[in-house]
């Protein structure tokens, strides 16, 4: 079987190797990161590497719009605002209580950029801050809860 080399295969500077194969790990994160390959996984024997990428700085967790069934007939009492997921910006633990005092409670209003918790991914804070104005409707998962990825953390009902 014929081993894949990576570019710049003749440099000068001393290479270090990933867990006893061929790849150079500079030259791989900088392949791997002119990509759109966002996470990548590799194991050999009882080495489990993991590498994630993410935007740098600010990490505001994604959204998505929800809205009634199109198509559905509702009564006037059943109209409401716009709700607004917020999802976890990377596995780790929930927090959203500072000290001893929570930064939202269900109920609360929030300014667009209102900061409402923080998910601590190996000892890295990743701030979780509102994309929108308006009402905490719920507040999904429990203080230092273990949280993955994408998972919905807070609902906001929008102001229009």
């Known amino acids: 079987m014929k081993k894949k080399t990576w570019p710049n295969k003749n440099r000068k500077k001393k290479k270090e190797f990933i867990f006893g194969t ?32 993410s935007p740098v700085g600010e990490i505001i967790g994604d959204t998505v719009n929800v809205s009634p069934s199109a198509g559905k007939e509702i009564s006037a009492a059943e109209v409401r605002k716009p709700m607004r997921e917020i999802s976890s910006p990377a596995v780790g633990i929930f927090h959203f209580i500072e000290g001893d005092v929570p930064l939202v409670n269900v109920g609360d209003s929030v300014k667009k950029g209102a900061r409402l918790g923080w998910v601590d991914s190996l000892g890295i804070p990743q701030e979780i801050k509102s994309p ?18 994408g998972e919905t953390l807070f609902r906001i009902e929008e102001n229009v």
Request: proline residues 0%; hydrophobic residues 40%; without cysteine.
């Open 22 to 53: 061929d790849i150079d790990i500079e030259e791989f994160l900088s392949v791997l990161g002119s990509t759109d390959v966002t996470e990548f996984e590799f194991e050999k024997g009882d080495i489990h590497l993991i590498v994630k990428k």
């Open 132 to 149: 929108v104005s308006g009402k905490i409707a719920q507040i999904i998962r429990r203080e230092n809860d273990v949280v993955e990825w």
